[in-house]
């Protein structure tokens, strides 16, 4: 199975950076893509971007394009999420998943297209 961690938050004032990684033992498809979702308390999980490590193709969410930038390592299997200009509403918790058969990097993220979720870990933007 695969088996996704998530690691990297923590607590920063508003304007400061962080940055996410995403460990995956291994890939379950032969497009090895990583997503990262997050979740604020009382709200929806939301997609904010995801990256195919295989062919490039890569997403932002409307609310992180210009502030976030993903990446990858493929020689250790990890995806970045680089957070930057954070901002309060940014505060959740991030995690990490595999899209599914078919799914391709590149469109709006669907958390039901996802599966090996991780974790998660805790982003705080303090105002």
């Known amino acids: 199975d695969v088996q996704l961690q998530a690691s990297g938050g923590g607590l920063v004032q508003t304007g400061g950076s962080l940055r996410l990684s995403c460990a995956a033992s291994?890939?379950?498809?032969?497009?090895?893509?990583i997503g990262w979702f997050r979740q604020a308390p009382g709200k929806e999980r939301e997609g904010v971007s995801c990256i195919s490590i295989t062919d490039g193709n890569i997403y932002y969410a409307d609310s992180v394009k210009g502030r976030f930038t993903v990446s990858s390592d493929n020689t250790k299997n990890t995806v970045y999420l680089q957070m930057n200009s954070l901002k309060p509403e940014d505060t959740a918790v991030y995690y990490c998943?595999?899209?599914?058969?078919?799914?391709?990097?590149?469109?709006?993220?669907?958390?039901?297209?996802?599966?090996?979720w991780g974790q998660g870990t805790l982003v705080t933007v303090s105002s």
């Open positions: 998943a595999e899209p599914g058969p078919g799914v391709r990097c590149g469109v709006p993220m669907r958390g039901a297209d996802f599966g090996s």
């Open positions: 291994e890939f379950s498809f032969d497009d090895h893509a």
